[in-house]
Each structure stands twice: as C-alpha cells, then as structure tokens.
C-alpha cells in the first residue's frame, strides 16, 4: 500500500466510482482503500463504519444533483417545484448502482439541503398548506421516487443493463393462462421514464385533492 493521503471528499467520491463496479454489496471499506491505495485502517480516522461513509456518499450524490440535475430558475409553483425536484433525484440517483439503496434512510452530513427544502415548503406554505401537510406531501412524494427507483434499479441495475429473468415475452409465455398478468408484464417492466412521470404526476393530484393548495 502507498502513503496517499486522503479526506472524506476522495474517501466518498472513491466509494461511488466502486459502487458502480461492485454494487452495495460489495462495497467495503477494505475495497475502497484498495482502491485508494491505503490501509484499510486509515478510513476510520474519517468515517467510523460503513454507514457513515454511505452517508456522507449519499451527501455527495445530493450536491452533484444540485449542480448537474437542476439547471436554470426554479419553478415557481409547488407543482412545478415537486415535479422537478423528484425528477432531478430519480436521474440523480440512476447514476449509480443501487443508487436508490444508499440513498434511501441516509443522514446528510452537511446543511446542503436546507436552502432548497425551506425555499420549497415556504412556497407551500405560501400556497395555503399547513406545514406539517407540506412536509408530508413532500415525504410522500418523495418516497413514491425512492420506492419507484428500487424496483428499477432491482431490473434494471444501470440504464444499459438488464437482470436476466425479467424478459416480457418469457414472462408472457409463462403466464398465459392469465391474460391480463400476462399482457401487464410490457407495461411493469418497460416505459419506466413515462410510468414515472405518470406516477408523480398522479401523486401530485392526490395531494391536491387532499389538502388543496393553490
């Protein structure tokens, strides 16, 4: 092993070049210091266990969606707003293999996302929403994405690969007693841009219809 030295930036930005490699499985402190070129012991002088590193990870993943994934103004309605926010993490998040996964119930580790999460319940709120429903559309919609990229990701773990065992027309030929299952598998397991636009669109509507807002 070399004497390179490292910080948590390169500590981090090394786990997610591996993650695309190896997947959360197979990603350890030990392969990222191999990748590093240091002893595996010089990680825990910054991250004390692998959930930290994947939180700080998930911190970084967070940053880089908000210089790559939300160019120009932000939109002015909190339509407008959750739409887009929620479309820029699902892009943010296909950018790794099992994005959605080190992402999901990570702590960031930094005040990053405070800006943009007072800027769009304050538009809530400015819209007639009580804050706690704000906050609750918004960790609905939220989950609808985290949950909507774990079962793509579970297909397809990277935008140009696909698990074997997930082929529409095998899977129609084995259900074709069930008509309706069958023809359904085109549309559970393709579209996934479209089928997610649609989602949010509806989740959207639902929380107008809930609680209003204008």
């Known amino acids: 092993m070399g004497t390179t030295k490292i910080d948590r930036a390169r500590v ?5 070049r591996l993650l695309n490699e190896v997947g959360l499985d197979g990603l350890t402190l030990r392969a990222i210091a191999r990748e590093l070129d240091v002893k595996a012991p010089a ?3 910054h991250f004390k266990d692998k959930q930290a590193l994947l939180d700080e990870m998930a911190t970084v993943m967070y940053r880089r969606m908000l ?3 939300l160019p120009g103004p932000a939109p002015r309605t909190w339509q407008e707003q959750m739409v887009a926010y929620q479309s820029a993490l699902r892009r ?3 950018r790794y293999r099992d994005g959605a996964k080190v992402y999901s119930g990570a702590r ?3 005040t990053d996302h405070a800006d943009g999460l007072e800027a769009h319940l304050r538009t809530m709120v400015d819209a007639g929403f009580e804050l706690w429903q704000a906050v609750r559309a918004g ?3 939220n989950a609808y994405t985290m949950g909507f990229v774990t079962e793509e990701q579970g297909v397809q773990p990277m935008p140009d690969e696909r698990r074997e065992g997930y082929d529409v027309d095998a899977r129609a030929e084995r259900l074709e007693r069930y008509p309706l299952a069958a023809a359904a598998g085109a549309e559970i397991f393709t579209n996934y841009d479209e089928r997610f636009e649609d989602g949010l669109r509806i989740v959207v509507a639902g929380i107008e219809a809930r609680y209003g807002g204008s």
């Open 92 to 94: 943010a998040l296909l």
């Open 43 to 45: 990680l825990y002088w």
């Open 139 to 141: 960790t609905t919609a």
């Open 67 to 69: 210089e790559g994934e």
């Open 12 to 16: 981090a930005d090394a786990g997610l």
């Open 108 to 110: 960031f580790t930094g």
